[in-house]
């Protein structure tokens, strides 16, 4: 089954994008390749994190002649309050994306429009938290459970209750570092409260506190919303679906859904499944409704619903360029501006939803827990009779695709390994035969990959060199977001890519029926990831620190990145990084952020903008990890 695999590689990609382009061209817009050009090269002090304009004193920028700002702020102290403001925007975002999902449960109600799905998973959370469920109506349980979830957010005394979570090695370390993020809200402010002018000017101060806002996103806002996203729309579990632009269908209404709050593109996969709106859709000529997604809205409904993904960031534009799009409607996050006017360059409607992000020349129906339904039922529609005014002289669908095996959540990773090794075991929900791979050398490690596309690297490239890299040393991925992504355009999520693995992990592969890189979901999902590296160290009985795993964040570009990084960091697990953080002007945060953090938390940023070096330094990271624990 798997001869004959052919990985889809970036030369590949990048020839589709260049042919897209000629359309872009042709209608007369601009494409991010086009505004990369005009933005070289980028200013020099913005780039090294030494240009402040926290103040209406400045700008100031940081030079030998001018060392220091006018208030007298030195290069360590500019370079650590935006680090900070970075992290703080970034855990900021993420949060209020789960703070929406937790509104949603406390919406939820039998018969409107958000449902409980997994009632197991919200049963599980309220005893954690302590609510009753004996003999109650389960959206009673979903209400008061969502009540303390979003009480989370702000609450006065305490902290992050989904702290409890991490081991008790993790709690000691975030306790005795004074890095136990409180209320999430609370540590945005005072990220905000630290870096406004006349506040900390000490480099060490304001890396502490990015870990500690990071924490506050990982282990509360992004943990909130995988959580509740999978209580109203169902945990995750293996199924099969196709990646890349491929996936649009010439001959069907094509829909995308784009951004990262499931609630849109829930509403919009069941509107359009309906048989009322499939026939709507034939009425017009069309074969039927085809919705892809696209990012972080890819992954969540591709890991629930089998959806196809038609790709990550800077693919956003190349799916316009195909001519076929009837809509696009997007949520929050990651969305280019350039979408508008892009869109009027073809008949594709573009829909924004949500008040978070209101973007020139769209349509603007703001999506509500009451009117989600009619909102979805109006959007499915409209693309519908939007089918015929397609200009066939603008059409070009690139034909790659490939089969992806998604919806590898902690669940589903246990699923794995219950249905096929576990068994064999007598125990069941345990990590025990990963951990047994991994002691004996079957498999080296794992990596986490994740993060974003950057065009300060080759888009794309970093990723895939990486992960076929990694898998061929027997290295297993877990992925999210727009790496997750970058896996499915090259075929890496398909079990058949397994002939690129080392002979350890092609064996794992078979045995488990997985392919060598698992999607994990969203960048919301990689509070997963936290919990399957805490589950792993538990059933394995080290620290986290100790475990043959590290991240890797090789395209990154987002604050919500940064935000992650200062989390995974401090759940103790070393993060390679293929663009640089931004700080590079100040000696004192980059040893803070790569020695510093390390001393604290046992972890820390290892930098190589060169993806060759860098897959070098992640295994030799890797191996060392092993030689410590005598494996
Ligand atoms: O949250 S990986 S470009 S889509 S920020 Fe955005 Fe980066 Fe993609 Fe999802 Ni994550
Ligand atoms: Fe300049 Fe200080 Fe104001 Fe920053 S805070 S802009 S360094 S005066």
Redesign the pocket.
Known sequence: MSEGFQSTTVQQMEADAARLKETAVKVGIDIWQDRVKAQTPHCGFGDKGIC????A????RITPKSPK???G?TADT?AGRNYLRMAAGGAATHSDHGRECVWKLYDSSADGNYHVTDATKLLNLAKEWGVPTEDRDIYDVAHEVAEIGLNEYGKIKGYQRWTDRATEERKKVWMEQDIMPRAVDREVVTAMHMTH?GCTADAEALVRQSLRCGLSDGWGGSMAGTEMSDILYGTPMPKETEGNLGVLEKDMVNIICHGHDPAVSEMIVLVAESKEMQDYARSFGARGINIVGLCCTANEIAMRHGVRMAGNFLQQENALLTGVVEAIVVDVQCIFPNIGPLSECFHTKFYTTSPIARIPFSTYLQLTSENAKDVATTIVKEACENFPKRDENKIFIPEHKHKASVGYSCEGIKSRLDTVTNSHLDELDTYKPLIQCVTSGVLRGAVAMVGCNNPKVRPDYSHIEIMKRLIENDVVIVATGCAAQAASKAGLLDKASKVLCGEGLRRVCTLADIPPVLHMGSCVDISRMMLLVTGIAKDWGIDVTQLPVVGCAPEWMSEKAVSIANYVVATGIDTYLGIDPMVSGSAQMMDLITNGTTKWVGAGYHINTDPEQLVKDILDGIEAKRAALGI
Not at 52 to 55: L, R, S, Y
């Open positions: 402040c304009k926290i103040c004193m400045g700008p100031c700002g006018i208030c702020a500019i002018m």
